[in-house]
């Protein structure tokens, strides 16, 4: 492979499991011919930075080491620069906690990146652009609003030493609290703005969050649509006992949920509000989702 990559480390990823385990899987990656740049971040935010600075000297393949978070970060470094002076191609050496987005592909970790970079193995992918009340971000996994939202604020706040179970952790945490909220939203063609309280409303670009979790099984990533999830309010046992579904995607067939795939999502929330967004936890008050599509490559 001729391509020059720039690679961004994210160290603390996966509870400082991505620190150790990074500069060996690299030196693989160079001894199969890839030539890398490589960068490690030491806080949040900082591969944005990295990845802005590197795409405008000309870098249009990077390597995200790290999980979701380090990837969602890339990509907001090269948007929205990427829509008009050259689409972008993002690698992923899955160090992190959830690593969700490349589980539509694989689960083969490590081992799947190389074999994907040895082939020069390329598919083109949507991006998703969502516009809130302070600007925009970009992402290529997931947005959720709701009790998935607000079990990723209470994972990753109180339990994201525990990995990739921190997630569950918070699910159990929030059903003790449950709340079904409002959060005003309109489907193009919708004659009106959805007002229903619901349990959660998931936007999704690819299949997973949370890890293993299947919220969005219809979900694309290259299909120029938005997977739109939602589920109506149901109690605590009933949520209990069909949790296990999530891990399945059969959840989409039960009575209380449904589904399309749509070009745009308008929202009218009010106020910020609890947001999980490729594994990052946010608070803003989303305005709109449109899909960039196949604005970017992936090498899986």
């Not at 992923?92 to 074999?115: A, K, M, Y």
């Not at 609290?177 to 936007?203: G, I, K, Q, V």
């Not at 999502?265 to 305005?287: A, K, M, S, T, Y």
């Amino acid at each position: 492979m001729n391509a020059r990559f720039f690679a961004i480390v994210n160290p603390a990823a996966g509870g400082g499991r991505c620190g150790k385990l990074a500069p060996a899987a690299l030196d693989r990656i160079r001894r199969i011919g890839v030539d890398l740049e490589i960068a490690q971040t030491s806080r949040a935010g900082e591969a944005t930075s990295l990845a802005r600075s590197a795409y405008a000297k000309g870098y249009r393949n990077f390597l995200a080491v790290g999980g979701d978070g380090t990837s969602y970060e890339i990509v907001n470094g090269v948007f929205p620069e990427a829509e008009t002076q050259g689409r972008p191609a993002l690698a992923f050496l899955p160090l992190g906690t959830g690593n969700s987005f490349l589980r539509d592909f694989t689960s083969r970790g490590v081992e799947h990146t190389i074999e994907a970079l040895r082939q020069n193995s390329r598919r083109l992918c949507d991006v998703i652009r969502l516009r809130h009340s302070g600007g925009e971000i970009y992402f290529i996994n997931m947005l959720n609003l709701g009790f998935a939202a607000d079990a990723g604020e209470v994972a990753n706040r109180r339990f994201k030493r525990w990995g990739t179970a921190s997630y569950v952790l918070g699910v159990l945490s929030r059903v003790a609290r449950l709340e079904h909220r409002a959060f005003p939203h309109r489907l193009p063609d919708a004659p009106d703005w959805d007002r229903r309280p619901c349990l959660f409303l998931a936007f999704g670009n690819s299949k997973f969050t949370g890890g293993k979790m299947m919220i969005a099984p219809h979900a694309d990533p290259a299909d120029g649509r938005i997977e739109y999830v939602r589920w109506s309010p149901l109690g605590r046992l009933r949520l209990l006992w069909n949790f296990p579904r999530l891990f399945t995607g059969t959840h989409i067939t039960h009575p209380l949920a449904s589904r399309a795939a749509v070009e745009r999502v308008d929202l009218d929330l009010g106020g910020p509000v609890n947001v999980i967004v490729d594994g990052e936890v946010l608070r803003l008050n989303c305005r709109s989702l449109e899909v960039l599509p196949s604005a970017l490559e992936v090498i899986v």
